[in-house]
């Protein structure tokens, strides 16, 4: 079966700290995967898309970054964070049926 | 670029009662999906319902139906005989065919609330 791992589910970082999110799926092969963030009470933002093995797109002019070292996994990352960059943090697969199938989440808080 | 308005920010209702949300998009393209997604307190976001933009009919799944009126670009969600479990966020998406990418752009939500 297909799934999709996301961790940590929690991070607390100081400002200027670096960060590291990591998502894998298993079960598939040459997902499209992308990376979201969800501000408090918000909608989803598109931050990252991935069609293929270091191959990213990026959506949103930022602090962080992204990369795909592997075909299934998906990293976020940032050199020095913001307060800005507090929030929630999910990774998404294209599951088939043009469905949107999502980790569990990353909750960032940015002190 | 798409765009998807949700315009409840919040919304509730009694249990075994009928809610309807609201959904509009606005986009130059022929033929998309769209998409009900819900987020629960646990922040698991899960598919709730999907429609073709190039089929007329409205999908239903079980207690969810929807309304795509597609000349007015509206796609709303009925909920019908809610239960206490339906207490979530729902976002409404839009999402390309026609591209390698298949990128989705997502509404800021509804938060409803099934009261007992």
């Known amino acids: 079966s297909q799934t999709i791992h996301q961790w940590p589910a929690t991070l607390v970082q100081p400002v200027g700290s670096p960060l590291s999110l990591e998502c894998t799926v298993e079960?598939?092969?040459?997902?499209?995967l992308y990376w979201y963030r969800q501000a408090a009470g918000r909608g989803l933002q598109l931050l990252f898309y991935?069609?293929?093995?270091?191959?990213i797109s990026s959506e949103v002019p930022q602090n962080l970054s992204a990369s795909r070292p592997q075909d299934r996994q998906f990293i976020l990352s940032s050199k020095k964070l913001l307060l800005s960059d507090s929030g929630f943090y999910l990774c998404?697969?294209?599951?088939?049926?043009?469905?949107?199938?999502f980790g569990a989440g990353s909750r960032l808080t940015v002190l | 670029a798409q765009t998807v308005t949700q315009s409840q920010p919040e919304m509730s209702v009694q249990e075994a009662e009928t809610v309807t949300l609201s959904c509009t998009y606005d986009?130059?393209?022929?033929?998309?999906?769209l998409f009900w997604y819900k987020q629960p307190p646990s922040r698991q976001m899960i598919l709730v319902i999907r429609?073709?933009?190039?089929?007329?009919q409205n999908a239903t799944e079980n207690r969810f139906s929807v309304n795509f009126q597609k000349a007015a670009k509206s796609f709303s969600l009925k909920i019908s005989d809610s239960q206490l479990g339906d207490t979530a966020m729902y976002f409404c998406?839009?999402?390309?065919?026609?591209?390698?990418?298949?990128?989705?752009?997502f509404g800021d939500g509804t938060t409803l609330t099934v009261k007992p």
């Open positions: 986009t130059s393209e022929n033929n998309y999906y």
């Open positions: 991935s069609v293929g093995i270091g191959q």
């Open positions: 429609q073709e933009a190039y089929k007329q």
């Open positions: 079960g598939t092969s040459n997902p499209n």
């Open positions: 998404a697969w294209d599951g088939g049926a043009n469905v949107l199938t």
């Open positions: 998406a839009f999402r390309e065919v026609n591209t390698n990418a298949g990128k989705s752009t």
